[in-house]
């Protein structure tokens, strides 16, 4: 088992594969996008492998893929049909953005992948097109059809944003009226590739579930899974569930799971650091993998106790413009 010095297990990979994106979420990224990586400076999918394979080995039990947009990696299916064939993983899961995801549905579920997020802030076309930029809303919808025809556990990300979709709250909890869907709201980071830093957030996770209960009365809590970031309910006689995920708030610091590799390799022990080391970087230089086992427990044994202890670190940097699509969420 792998523990951190908090005595937190670790147990949970999220790994960004690339900073591209087909959408332009205006929470994570700038309208003329960001400065993409070079193809030099991205991990290359042997290098994923290498990276992943030694962390399974290790004790990471879960691998989600995420981005920027997984999908619009060239050969994105080969990495996840290898990865879904790596000893030892018992999950291997996705972040999609949903636009380009539909026709690969049927061979996700063939290699094995049980859970797909979607992320979808609105069901209005319009309010899409505003919040993402990209009039892209249909193929998203058609998306969630084919992974709810594949019988895909899906689960719907929906970041609460003032003023721009807090309407769309009431709407997405109908949503689990009558589709097995998991609808979680987040609430908004400071991570649009802009340099945006706040003072608080006016939609946190108390205030999302007053909004659902004023119009849902009955909504009960659920027991939370471990290590889940989420709190969960249900709403009697709703076929799906609602989550809401404290994001900004970092309600669920004391048993972090995850570690996350950005698309460029650096190795994130938190969401809100800085990055502590490049995978990439060592391995190019030639770090085999007994070395590389060494290095990785080292920084696992130096994780900040939360993420307000990581981001008063990483403000020390005031130039710092991090993307979401950049961490991957
Ligand atoms: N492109 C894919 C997608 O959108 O699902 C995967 C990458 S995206 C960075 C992963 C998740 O991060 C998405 O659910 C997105 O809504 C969320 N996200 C992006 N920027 C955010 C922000 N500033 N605050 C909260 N969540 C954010
Ligand atoms: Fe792209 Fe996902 Fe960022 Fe939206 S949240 S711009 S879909 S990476």
Redesign the pocket.
Known sequence: MLLDNHGRKINYLRL?VTDR?N?R?F???PEEGLDWLSRKELMTYEEMLQACALLVKMGIEKIRI?????FVRKDIMKLLTALSELDGLKELSI????VITAPHVAQLKSIGVKAI???L?TLDANRFFAITRRDEFANVMQTMEQLLLHDIEVKI???VMTGKNTQDIIPLVELTKDLPVSVRF???????GEGHSYSGIVWDYVRIFDEIRRVFPTIQKVPDPLYSTSYNYEIPGHKGGIGIIA??SRTFCGTCNRIRITPQGTLKNCLYDDGVLNIKDLMRAGTDDVSLEGILRNAFNNREKDGWQAERKRLENPDFHE???T???
């Open positions: 960004a994106c959408l979420c929470y994570c990224m995420t981005g920027g947009e997984p972040t999609t953005n949903g997020n979607l992320s802030d990300n929906t970041v987040i609430e908004e980071m400071p991570f649009n994001a900004y993307s979401m699509a961490i991957g969420g």
